[in-house]
């Protein structure tokens, strides 16, 4: 097990699109621990994708429990996660680990609806909403290249500089 580096904007490895996993064997398993460790040494470690660890393969592990009045799935590990249905658009405050220094307000979906395959290949389905469907979506950007700065309502009026992270 190990606590993995973080890349930073402006990495330009945050910019690429990840790979679809393949292979569900004792090496994918060995990852997602040390992604998940990672995730947990974090600040404010409610959820990690793969390739800000520089490692481009399709794969996310969300938990927001830490937060206990939102309803939520515990710890989520989504492989090759695909959103199926979108419902709602709200507008909420980010953060991201790869951009420690700035928290901005993007637009999501309320609710969605998404598969995603488990450690065993499994494919899952999962219904959410709130705060743990932004976490979600947020984390798939990344396995498309995308940040929360890229989605920011408006540049100007929309983001925000941390004091502390935490
Ligand atoms: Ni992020």
Known sequence: ??????????????????AE?????????????DLEETMRAGPGGVGIAAPQVGHLQRIVIVDVSSKPKVKQHGRL??????ILEWEGMVKGREGCMSVPDYTGNVIRARTIKLQAQDEQGEVQEYEMEGFEARAVQHEIDHLDGLL??????????????????K
């Open 77 to 82: 590990l989504l492989i090759n996660p695909e």
């Open 21 to 33: 996993v393949t292979e569900f064997d004792a090496s994918l398993c060995a990852f997602i621990h």
């Open 148 to 165: 929360f700065l890229d989605r920011l309502v408006s540049r100007r009026n929309d983001l925000f500089q941390r004091k502390v992270y």
């Open 1 to 18: 097990m190990a606590v993995l580096e973080i890349l930073k904007y402006p990495d330009p490895r945050l910019k690429e699109i990840a």
